[in-house]
């Protein structure tokens, strides 16, 4: 018996590598494609500098920035299939009509993401750029070095595209019963503090301001999560009927 509970252990582990595989392999083929648009990739990504002169002064700088960012694009890139690939290795646990609701979800995934690093590259990049690169110009002349300006820039654009799936992540665990709009709802309060903290680390300035455009923008989506969950729970019934009653 417990030779069959081994031989599940290590099956699952060689579908996990078999899987992790995978995604590498796409990364490694996004990454790749990605080096062809390196430069329309550095021309979007510098246009929030305003024109100011990028710099690199170590010798082996550029090349890293080059790699940074060719490597961050496949990442994006390869995300939807990586995605895919981790709820297949989890769809077993899953019911068959919460299989369908993954392959429905996974668009939303993708656009919610894409959206959030629109809103990043337009309405935070661009304010919080041009406060460091304006403060203290009286004092010395800013020679800002293109690993450090990238560094920062992709930076942003992650976190906020990963923090705009929220939505999605939460109406798909109220699909399961896994949390209620009630709960969500009770841990109103916390949210928005934990939504001052994140802006605080995100933004890359002190100036409150920036970090206002960041946490209203966690809040509005906090609410539009518990809007969504009320939703999702008054339109279809729980698929799942857990052993002890959801979280409340």
């Known amino acids: ?16 590598r078999g899987r992790l595989l ?6 490694v083929l996004t990454t790749t494609v990605s080096f062809i648009f390196a430069r329309q990739i550095f021309q979007i990504l510098i246009l929030p500098a305003g024109g100011a002169d990028l710099i690199f002064v170590e010798m082996t700088e550029m090349v890293g920035t ?8 496949g990442v994006i890139m390869a995300m939807p299939y990586i995605t895919f690939q981790l709820l297949m290795f989890v769809s077993p646990a899953l019911t068959r009509r919460e299989k369908k609701y993954v392959h429905v979800i996974l668009p939303c995934v993708g656009l919610m993401f894409i959206a959030g690093v629109i809103f990043g590259y ?7 750029i041009r406060f460091l690169t304006t ?10 070095r293109i690993g450090n300006y990238i560094s920062l820039v992709t930076r942003l654009l992650l976190a906020i595209g990963f923090v705009f799936e929220m939505p999605v992540v939460t109406s798909f665990l109220t699909r399961i019963g896994v949390i209620t709009p009630r709960w969500l709802a009770g841990k109103r309060k916390p ?3 934990l939504a001052l903290v994140l802006a605080a680390i995100i933004t890359p300035t002190f100036d409150p301001v920036n970090q206002l455009l960041v946490a209203v923008p966690l809040i509005v989506l906090y609410e539009l999560s518990i809007w969504l969950a009320r939703l999702v729970q008054r339109r279809a019934a729980p698929l799942v009927m857990p052993v ?5």
């Open 22 to 27: 995978k995604c590498l392999l796409a990364v």
């Open 244 to 248: 002890s009653s959801p979280v409340s």
């Open 1 to 16: 018996m417990s030779g069959e509970k081994k031989l599940t252990i290590l099956g699952h582990f060689a579908e996990l």
């Open 191 to 193: 949210a928005v503090i």
């Open 122 to 128: 337009f309405v935070l990049v661009p304010p919080g």
């Open 135 to 144: 403060f203290g110009t009286d004092i010395a002349t800013p020679q800002i």
């Open 66 to 73: 080059y790699m940074k960012v060719c490597l961050t694009t």
